[in-house]
């Protein structure tokens, strides 16, 4: 028996290669996107260990040209969803029982067969599938991914290793359990690293899934779970299950083992699951655990001694990398009047550079959306802002869609601060902005903090230390990543567990051992060394 006590050191952050012109990693990319350009990915249900394929199909497109094939993807009906559950429930007792620096070793190679043996093919997935540029995609497909299974190891060490005190009388200890069931993951589109760790983080702490990934991100979600089997995770731990969430969750949702529910995605989905949840209280072994990140409505806060360049940089990566598709993105701005006009100039000009097409012509900055229904409410909300007289479009404000789904960067300048494109979630490539007398500072700050219901990023630029204190102590809830001079985009695991409050979620640190205490039931055990043999207590003499 190997009864070594084992931690893992703390890792550094995987290295962000550059694909400069004529690079190696370039010309290997480039290679890997042809490849998976060129070919229709057949792609099963994994379900115990076992490719599952129903009949019933669908088709992964790409957002760029919406007519080209990548995939045909197999539908999970009731019958699959109940052997998905079972199956988890079967893998549960030989995994969690497993000596966890073997589940961490599993989660270690995956780490390093992303890092080095797929680092292409998930990359090329993700530029494909999900219409991030090659940027994008290598900070979260494999840097972000890799982050999150090398740290969580880390944090891991530091988990188990937080024992009790014991005095002469007695031992003490915590076991730190699984929660007892299974836990059901349900994944977004727009970053295959969080559909990585919202299975890995629960799995690394004895647990097992049933995991429904986003049907607009199945081919970098399915190449994602054929490494995790290479890296030798057993049958059963994790459970792929694409098809309608609705459907599945209404098996899901009603199972007594059902102990947790790892999510991100929109707030109206998360609401809805909770409320199913406690509609079934009385089903449930024990209270299922929920964790949930959904979203924001991220700001930017100006003062006046703010530097201009360096606030419209932050505006135009903030909101349009990823075309907006981020939880983080920045959403709406506050800026003084005396910095605006030249605040304004600047950003125009970086708008004015940024190309836009298919991932594989590396100069496109902008990319296509992820598909037409989010084509259709973005441009909804850039309607509202046209026909308002509240409103100027000072840049964008088209789309088309006969090929991918493109949207122009857009700036609306607003006069009024709670227009519904200040307040509501549009997670697309729009930022709307409010000028300011510079006097109204501490106004704005208020009126910041209220004008939506979700507490995800924000920011504050400014060169003077009173302003920033008080707008980080004004914003205090405002935001669960808050920024300084810096966009409200682009956490590192490690670095800055990400994670907000309100509407935003539960605030449980994805990134950090926060989350990942979540995914146990700990029992704390005492052994008394020389037991009573008398009921009595001094006092009673």
Known sequence: MNNAIYSFREPRNEPILSYTRGSAERKLLEKELELQNNKVVEIPLIIGGQEIRTGKTGKV??????????????????????????????????????AWIDRASVMIKAAELISKKYRY??????????????????????????DFLRFNAFFTSIIYGEQPLSDKLSINRIEY??????????????????????????ALMGNTTVWKPATTSLLSNYYLMKILKM??????????????????????????????????????????????????????????????????????????SANPEELATAIARGAFEYQGQKC????????????????????????????????????????????????????????????????????????????????????????????????????????????YEDDRFEEILKLCDETSPFGLTGSIF?????????????LRYAAGNFYINDKPTGAMVGQ??????????????????????????????????IPSTDFRYPFME
């Not at 509240?390 to 300048?413: H, M, R, Y």
């Not at 400014?462 to 004004?474: F, I």
């Open 61 to 98: 497109t790409k957002p760029t040209d919406h007519g080209h094939i990548l995939g045909t993807y197999h539908i999970a009906g009731e019958k699959e969803v109940r052997l998905a559950i079972e199956s988890a429930l079967a893998a549960k007792k030989d995994w969690m029982t497993m």
């Open 121 to 146: 093919v998930l990359n090329a997935a993700t530029m494909l599938g999900q219409g991030k540029n090659v940027n994008q995609a290598e900070i979260d497909a494999v840097c972000e991914t890799v």
């Open 177 to 202: 359990r699984p929660l007892e069931g299974f836990v059901y993951t349900i994944s977004p589109f727009n970053f295959t690293s969080i559909a990585s760790n919202l299975n890995t983080s629960v």
């Open 231 to 304: 890296a030798g995770l057993p049958d059963g731990v994790i459970n792929f299950v694409p098809g309608s969430g609705p459907l599945i969750s209404s098996v899901v949702m009603k199972h007594r083992d059902l102990a947790g529910i790892h999510f991100t995605g929109s707030n109206h989905t998360f609401n809805s699951l909770w409320k199913q949840v406690a509609d079934n209280l009385s089903i449930y072994r024990s209270y299922p655990k929920i964790v949930g990140e959904t979203g924001g409505k991220n700001f930017i806060v100006a003062h006046h």
């Open 328 to 435: 983080s993105a920045a959403s709406r701005a506050y800026i003084p009047a005396s910095i605006w006009q030249t605040t304004k100039e600047l950003l125009l000009n970086m708008i004015a550079e940024m190309k836009s097409g298919d991932v594989t012509d590396f100069r496109n900055f902008i990319n296509a959306v992820i598909d037409e229904n989010s084509y259709e409410k973005i441009m909804s909300y850039i309607k509202t802002a046209h026909d308002s007289r509240d409103c100027e479009i000072i840049v964008g404000g088209k789309g088309d869609k006969s090929t991918g789904f493109f949207i122009d960067p857009t700036v609306i300048l607003t006069t009024n601060p709670h227009f519904v494109t200040m307040q509501e979630e549009i997670f697309g490539p729009v930022i709307t902005i409010y000028v």
């Open 462 to 474: 400014s060169n003077d230390k009173y302003s920033v204190l008080q707008a980080c102590n004004t």
């Open 496 to 529: 800055q567990p990400f994670g907000g409050s309100r509407a935003s979620g539960t605030n449980d640190k994805a990134g950090s051992f926060l989350n990942l205490i979540r995914w146990v039931s700990p029992r704390t055990i005492k052994e008394t060394l």
